[in-house]
């Protein structure tokens, strides 16, 4: 077997993946993923979609050289092109939180329960979960991964009803246990403070509304952070 090693962030994902899946891989770019799961017998199929033909020609050129033969290579945007049938299992990653949840407001049929969605947002991870928690989805594992220096969050969802709090929102729906949750919390807090500092220093009203916004979601993260710490014994 040719040697094909993923990143952090990508072979969380592949851990999450269930043996026998029926994979969509969606915005693909080198298809790295499908292909070490073929390679590893983790799953039985995959389509790897990409919306530019550029990236689906290096996901191609990368099923060729490791001999990855049972992947179906699609140009189409989200999943406009892949039927509920043909897959179990969607990983819809690196990309940002916003544009995960409108590749899934295009695809209704991914709340149906019948598929596992493994969700990897490089940005505005928040939105994502609001989407999710608004429009018939729950979060069922979260987990954070630290891939050249940054900490992104994985989340594993489904069809099914949730409420998150503030906190949760922005800070993670199932991070309590997570070891790496105190960093992502302080990583976050920190930038709020330098927004909410920002903000204090304009006379503009909607900046000083602006500013109590971030200054309540940043007291939920406080508050979160010492359930963190609590949970962790520290």
């Known amino acids: 077997m040719k040697d094909l090693e993923l990143t952090p962030r990508l072979r969380l994902l592949a851990d999450w993946v269930p043996p026998g899946a029926k994979l969509a ?8 993923l499908p ?6 017998g983790r799953v039985r199929c995959a389509i790897a ?4 033909p550029g990236p689906l020609e290096r996901a191609r050129q990368t099923g060729a050289r490791y001999g990855a ?5 699609r140009l189409c ?14 990983v819809i990653a690196g990309m940002g939180g ?5 590749i899934l407001a295009a695809a209704p049929w991914t709340r149906s329960g019948r598929h596992t ?39 594993e969802a489904t069809a099914g009803e949730m409420t998150l709090t503030t906190g949760q929102l922005y800070g993670g729906a199932a991070l309590l246990n997570d070891p790496l949750g105190d960093r992502y919390l302080i990583e976050k807090i920190i930038r709020l403070q330098g ?13 000083r509304a602006r500013s109590d916004a971030l200054r309540d979601i940043l007291t939920a993260l406080l508050e979160m952070r010492e359930e963190w710490r609590h949970a962790h014994c520290r």
Not at 25 to 32: F, I, P, Q, S
Not at 35 to 40: A, E, M
Not at 134 to 145: K, M, P
Not at 200 to 207: K, L, P
């Open 117 to 155: 969605l493994l969700l990897q947002p490089m940005t505005k991870a928040e939105e994502l979960r609001r989407f999710l928690a608004e429009n018939g989805y729950s979060i069922t594992r979260e987990a954070l991964v630290r891939d050249r220096g940054t900490l992104y969050p994985v989340l």
């Open 25 to 32: 891989d969606v915005g693909t770019d080198h298809a790295y």
């Open 69 to 73: 033969e049972l992947i179906d290579f």
């Open 35 to 40: 292909v070490w799961l073929l390679l590893h």
């Open 49 to 52: 979609g990409d919306l530019r």
């Open 98 to 102: 916003e544009t995960i949840a409108a």
């Open 195 to 207: 927004a909410v500092a920002g903000l204090n220093h304009s006379g503009d009203a909607a900046d």
């Open 77 to 90: 945007d989200g999943l406009s092109a892949i039927a509920p049938e043909e897959a179990d299992t969607i």
